[in-house]
């Protein structure tokens, strides 16, 4: 139980297009999804949550305008990188969030690496 | 923001000794999470804490949510080769407006030779 999964796994593009990021809960329902970047080397660096039928909440020094979310159900969420340039290359990894009775927990997807150019 | 403090940073291991790494907090956690990610994987779940002084085991993973809930450590037994990865801790603070957030530790590094 408890799966998350990405789409696309990696993916190539041109520096100036948008590249969209899927993240579906595919055995349980998560209002809470989280998106992450992560360099080479280096811990998870939360970008935004993602909250469904609201707006995202974003860290301090996201772009909000950069990164797109839509939350649109309770098992998918999406990250648009817009005009993406060659700095936005990275690891991006999203989480949902699921209640147990002893608290809340998080699982990761299997993350998507993204390669502009 | 809370900063989570990991250690060791790597460690270089042989195959079937045992293995210990910790975090800890300036500020408390109501959760304790602990992760392995391998090269271009995103983090899979090992053990989830959920109560100060909880001490879960997982396989031959035990993880200890500390008394003060401001540190946890894990344990792995008997060390083999496909332990290799990273792994990080992460916890989960009170209320408020990072409620349901993740802190991460900087991870460790773990190596096993056979």
């Known amino acids: 139980g408890a799966v998350v999964s990405q789409h696309p796994s990696w993916v190539i593009c041109k520096s100036g297009t948008s590249v969209k990021i899927e993240c579906r809960s595919l055995?349980?329902?998560?209002?809470?999804m989280f998106w992450y970047r992560q360099f080479p080397k280096q811990s998870l660096m939360l970008m935004a949550t993602s909250n469904e039928g609201s707006k995202a909440t974003y860290e301090q020094g996201v772009e909000k305008d950069k990164f797109l979310i839509n939350h649109a159900s309770l098992t998918l969420s999406t990250l648009t990188v817009t005009s993406a340039h060659p700095e936005d290359s990275s690891f991006y990894i999203c989480?949902?969030?699921?209640?147990?009775?002893?608290?809340?927990?998080?699982?990761f997807g299997p993350g998507t690496r993204l390669l502009v150019l | 923001g809370q900063q989570l403090n990991q250690s060791p940073q790597s460690m270089f291991i042989q195959e079937g000794e045992d293995v210990s790494m910790n975090c800890t907090s300036s500020?408390?956690?109501?959760?304790w999470l602990w992760y392995k990610q391998d090269p271009g994987e995103g983090p899979v779940l090992l053990i989830a804490?959920?109560?100060?002084?909880e001490l879960t085991s997982n396989g031959r993973l035990t993880a200890q949510f500390g008394i003060t809930r401001k540190d946890s450590f894990l344990n792995i037994s008997a060390s083999i080769p496909s332990d290799v990865g990273i792994y990080f801790c992460a916890g989960q603070p009170p209320g408020g407006t990072s409620y349901g957030k993740l802190t991460f530790g900087q991870g460790t590094i773990l190596t096993v030779h056979p």
């Open positions: 989480s949902a969030s699921a209640g147990t009775s002893y608290g809340e927990t998080q699982y």
């Open positions: 804490l959920y109560k100060a002084g």
């Open positions: 500020s408390i956690f109501n959760t």
């Open positions: 055995d349980f329902q998560a209002t809470t």
